[in-house]
Structure formats: structure tokens, C-alpha cells
């Protein structure tokens, strides 16, 4: 998936993905000074955290290259955008599935207050996030039956799981003023050193305009014996403070350094109020209702009291502001924690892979009870990963990719032959590793190729490119319909695909991603086992 550019170990790292992955060096006076204040606290240096090993601190890596942001529009739709077989929406709002029995065949969608719709004979793929996919199963009728009783929405499929177990990173971001002059982002982007900034951004997409937001970071055990880090801690290079139109750059020189647990355990929800596509759903994070979330993230914030204030940052003469010096008990932390919190936009969870009863796609993101749907976003995974979320999300993309490409196997080949001819197949298929929305059969009244299409995204930009595409490709190995209702189509059977992944931002990301890895183990199991 990634094209990772630095240095690092090729059993761990990509190199010819289309997801051009960046990592800065720790030049600037003031990271190599947080590398050493963490190096006294005991947290050392650890170059590549996507590795064999997490734990430290180091540069972020980010999905930025060329100074340029590595969306899934820019790296996986842009290559593709002028394919016959593509069709692009914009401003196209979903506003449910077409359900035949327990089939899902298309969806219904708007554009400019028309209402149309979009046929599939063989599967609807939904990527709309951790909120909208489940707010689309409800309106669908697919979810709880009392709940969606109560909203007159008729039941068409019980599924308890759709909406729940909504999880996010819930992170105080702790403030550090500098007495410094000229070393934090607040002194060096002001007056004529933001049009130093502009201008180095311009002329050679370098400097802070080219970075991410949190340039630094660590990874960190909350106590000994842990297997694997379980907080986080992220530096951005300056303060913020609120205005009445959002967050605006401090006049104030100084640092923010958020901590937070890793993998929260607080589960939320996330439920339709009316059967309107327009009307948001609500959302209930719950966040720290779980005990242990709570000692950790004020385990958190102690480490980042004890970085900032070791012996290596006195030269910059740094004060804390927040949670502020005098906060010193637990209790004293959490109670500030409670107040200044905030969502790092990480929300996953509300429509889980698993085989349990909270379920709702299976280990190859169909929905468990209707045929013909699968689910590809953020909204799977079944908890939060080992860091942020999106290129988490674009593998999910790929994953689900790779699983509707797949062509019927030859029955005449034994288990290995078939799994060494679906990948060549695949690798030289027309398929594009996006996100699917649609696969159909090819009842549209044109040539095999471009039919119709489907929606998913409501804006316009980049950010939210929903994708159709109708693809009229011919199965590969060109076998009749099989039972196995994934690939069950013949030679007749074109795909429809939609939805870019739509990851409208490219951001500092974490590869490492316990739950997610699990899945593909157990997809790739299960994919030879269909063989
Ligand atoms: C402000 C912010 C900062 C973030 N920072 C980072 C970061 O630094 N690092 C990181 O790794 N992650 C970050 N994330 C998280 C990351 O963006 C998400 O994890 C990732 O985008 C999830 O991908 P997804 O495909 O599940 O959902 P999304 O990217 O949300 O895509 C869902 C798409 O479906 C569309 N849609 C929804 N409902 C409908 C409908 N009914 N009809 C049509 N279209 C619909 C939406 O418009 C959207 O385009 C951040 C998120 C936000 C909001």
C-alpha cells in the first residue's frame, strides 16, 4: 500500500505502494531538543516506529510528500480519473439501500434535489465513514428493531451491532509557554518570518507549511512489561488559542503536547433521530466511561510533564500552563482532563467486523445476514488501532479491493495453482484498489463498460469525491455463477464500483494497526479457504 521514502526495514515497509509516505529528519534545534529531554526520561530515540518496534520517539511520519498531501483522490483516484469505465459524482447524497428481501441490489441517491437510482446484481460496497455507514444501514431498515420502529422505518434486517461500539481518541492537549525567542512555530511564523515560511513553501514545498501538524511524537509504555506502547504523545510546534471563528495562532510563543491512551476502551454510539438522510444522527462518545481509559490518559499526561520538564529543555526556559503546575493529584488532572478534552476525529467501531452478536460485516466486510453488501471504512474496525486512523482506513480500502476483484476460480486447479492466479489476474485486471461500492451485472442496456452510477459523497472537493463506477470487465477466468454469492456472477457480470475511500485529508499517520492486521490474516485465510 505505502511507498514509504526513508530508511527502514523492508520486511516492515513498502516501497512501491501508490501512498507516498514521508519521514522528516529531526534537523530543527527544537526536536533534537524533545528527542533528548524524552531520551532522559527514559523514552529513546526510535527512528522508524512503523518498524520492528514501536516504542520512543521520533519524527512523525506522514502521508505527505513533495510538500504535497497524499489523499486517496490524489494517489489512488487522480492515476484513474480519466478511465472509460469510471464516472465520477459529486454532490450526490445516499439516501438508502435498495433492499430485495435479504439482498441489497443498489442504492438510491440524490443529486440537486433528484432522486435516482443505481442497480447492482452482485454487491453494493458503502465507504460513507464510522458515523454515516451505520446512520445508511438505518435508514435502510438494518440495525435495531425498536429503534428503527420508533422512527416508522420498516424493519427489513435486525442487526443490534449497526451504530454501537463507537470508540475515538479522547486527548487533553497539555500547553508549555517558551521564554525563547525564535524557536517555536509561534515566533518563527509571524511578520517576516511567515513570509520566509510562504516563500520557502513556494519556491521548494519545504518548511512548517510542508509538515504535519504534530511533527513529533512518542510512543510509550504506561508501565513496565507491556508488550506494546499503549499512549501516545504528540508535540505541535506552537499554541492556539479559541476566537469566535475557531482556533487562531497564539500571540503567545509556546507548545501544545497532547497524551492519550492508545486504545480506549469507552464505547459510544451513534443512531439515526429521524429517517431523513439530511437529518445528522446522534452521537454519544462516552468517552472515559471505561476506568482504566481514564488512568491512562492522566498516566499520559504525567510522561509529558516529565519530558517538558526534564533537564534538556531548561535553555528553553519553558513553563506548563495546562493542566498548570499546581495540579498535582489524579483526581486534580482528570477533573481538567473532563474539561479540555477533545476528539482527535479517530471515530471507528460502529459497524464492527467479528462473528459475535455485535457484529456487523464479517472477516471479509460483508454485512452478516444481507447478501450483496459490504461495508469499507473506518467503521469496521472492531477497536481503535495503535495510532491514527487513516491509512488504517485506505488498507481497509485495498482490502475490500482486492476481495471484490477476485475472479471465479478454476475448479480444475488445485488450492495453490487457483490463489497464484487470482493474484496475477488481479495485478493485471483493470481493477484499481480504491473502494468498491458496486458490483453489477451487466443489465444496463449499453456495451459492457460504463452503466450508471452510484453516489457517496456530498461535496464537491476532493475531499469527498464519491466515486461510481460501472466497470464492465468480464470475469477473468470466465466461469459460470457460482453459490459463493461474493463472485457469484458470469462472464455476463460487469461491476459497478463507487466510493473513493474518500480520505479527503492526508495526514500524519500510524501504520501499525493491531485489529486491522488481525483482519487481513484472517481474510487471506479465509480467501484460500474459498479457493
Ligand atoms: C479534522 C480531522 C483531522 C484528522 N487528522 C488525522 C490525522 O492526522 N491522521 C490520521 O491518520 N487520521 C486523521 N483523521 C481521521 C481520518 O481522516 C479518518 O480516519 C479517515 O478519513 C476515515 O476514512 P473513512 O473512509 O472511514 O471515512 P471518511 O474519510 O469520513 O469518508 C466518508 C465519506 O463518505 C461521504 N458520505 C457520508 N455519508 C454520505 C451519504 N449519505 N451520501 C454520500 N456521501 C456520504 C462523506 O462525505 C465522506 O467523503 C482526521 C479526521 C478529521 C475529520
Not at 435479504?102 to 452482485?122: D, F, I, L, N, Q
Request: charged share 20%.
Amino acid at each position: 500500500m505505502e511507498s514509504y521514502a526513508g530508511e527502514g526495514d523492508y520486511a516492515f515497509r513498502g516501497r512501491e505502494g501508490p501512498l507516498r509516505v514521508t519521514n522528516p529528519e529531526p534537523h530543527d534545534p527544537l526536536f533534537a531538543t524533545i528527542i533528548k529531554a524524552a531520551a532522559q526520561v527514559g523514552i529513546q530515540h526510535n527512528p522508524d516506529y512503523n518498524g520492528v518496534s514501536q516504542e520512543g520517539v521520533a519524527m512523525s511520519q506522514a502521508t505527505i510528500a513533495g510538500g504535497r498531501r497524499m489523499s486517496t483522490a490524489r494517489c489512488y483516484l487522480d492515476p484513474v480519473r480519466n478511465r472509460w469505465n469510471l464516472q465520477i459524482e459529486t454532490k450526490a447524497l445516499t439516501e438508502g439501500l435498495v433492499l430485495d428481501g435479504k439482498r441489497c441490489t443498489g442504492v438510491r441517491y440524490s443529486v440537486g434535489g433528484e432522486v435516482r437510482e443505481a442497480r447492482a446484481a452482485r454487491a453494493v460496497v458503502v465507504s460513507a465513514g464510522a458515523f454515516n455507514s451505520p446512520q445508511l444501514l438505518e435508514l435502510s431498515g438494518i440495525g435495531q428493531p425498536e429503534r428503527l420502529r420508533n422512527l416508522g422505518i420498516e424493519v427489513r434486517h435486525e442487526l443490534p451491532g449497526v451504530g454501537e461500539n463507537l470508540r475515538d481518541h479522547y486527548v487533553p492537549r497539555t500547553r508549555w509557554l517558551v521564554g525563547k525567542k525564535g524557536i517555536t512555530f509561534n515566533d518563527r511564523a509571524r511578520g517576516l518570518g511567515l513570509a520566509h515560511q510562504v516563500l520557502r513553501y513556494a519556491l521548494f514545498r519545504q518548511g512548517m507549511l510542508a509538515m504535519t501538524g504534530a511533527p513529533i511524537r512518542a510512543f510509550v509504555c504506561s508501565r513496565e512489561g507491556l508488550e506494546a506502547p499503549d499512549l501516545m504523545l504528540g508535540w505541535i510546534p506552537m499554541l492556539f488559542e479559541p476566537s469566535p471563528r475557531g482556533p487562531k495562532i497564539s500571540r503567545q510563543s509556546g507548545l501544545t503536547l497532547y497524551a492519550h491512551a492508545m486504545r480506549p476502551e469507552s464505547k459510544g454510539s451513534v443512531h439515526i433521530t429521524a429517517a431523513d438522510a439530511r437529518r445528522p444522527p446522534a452521537i454519544n462518545f462516552n468517552f472515559l466511561s471505561s476506568p482504566p481509559d481514564a488512568e491512562l490518559t492522566v498516566r499520559a499526561v504525567r510522561i509529558a510533564r516529565s519530558i517538558m520538564t526534564a533537564p534538556a529543555m531548561t535553555p528553553l526556559q519553558v513553563s506548563e500552563t495546562a493542566p498548570g503546575a499546581d495540579r498535582t493529584t489524579d483526581d486534580a488532572i482528570l477533573d481538567w482532563v473532563k474539561k479540555a478534552a477533545e476528539t482527535t476525529y479517530h471515530p471507528v467501531g460502529t459497524c464492527k467486523m467479528g462473528s459475535d452478536p455485535m457484529a456487523v460485516v464479517d472477516a471479509q466486510l460483508r454485512v452478516h445476514g444481507i447478501a450483496g453488501l459490504r461495508i469499507a471504512d473506518a467503521s469496521i474496525m472492531p477497536t481503535l488501532a495503535s495510532g491514527n486512523t487513516n491509512a488504517p482506513s485506505i488498507m481497509i480500502g485495498e482490502k475490500a479491493a482486492d476481495w471484490c476483484s477476485i475472479p471465479q476460480p478454476d475448479p480444475s486447479l488445485n488450492a495453490n495453482d487457483r490463489f497464484r492466479r487470482v493474484g496475477g489476474a488481479r495485478r493485471s485486471s483493470l481493477f484499481h484498489p480504491l473502494a468498491l461500492l458496486v458490483e453489477g451485472r451487466n443489465n444496463a442496456p449499453a456495451s459492457p463498460g460504463l452503466r450508471q452510477c452510484v453516489s457517496l459523497g456530498s461535496t464537491p472537493s476532493p475531499a469527498s469525491i464519491i466515486v461510481a463506477v460501472w466497470h464492465g470487465i468480464r470475469s477473468a477466468s470466465g466461469h459460470s455463477p457460482a453459490a459463493d454469492d461474493r463472485f457469484g456472477g458470469s462472464t455476463d457480470t460487469g461491476l459497478a464500483y463507487a466510493s473513493i475511500a474518500s480520505h479527503s485529508l492526508s495526514f500524519d499517520h500510524r501504520l501499525r494497526f493491531r485489529a486491522p492486521l488481525t483482519a487481513i490474516a484472517s481474510a487471506f485465510r479465509c480467501q484460500r479457504e474459498a479457493l
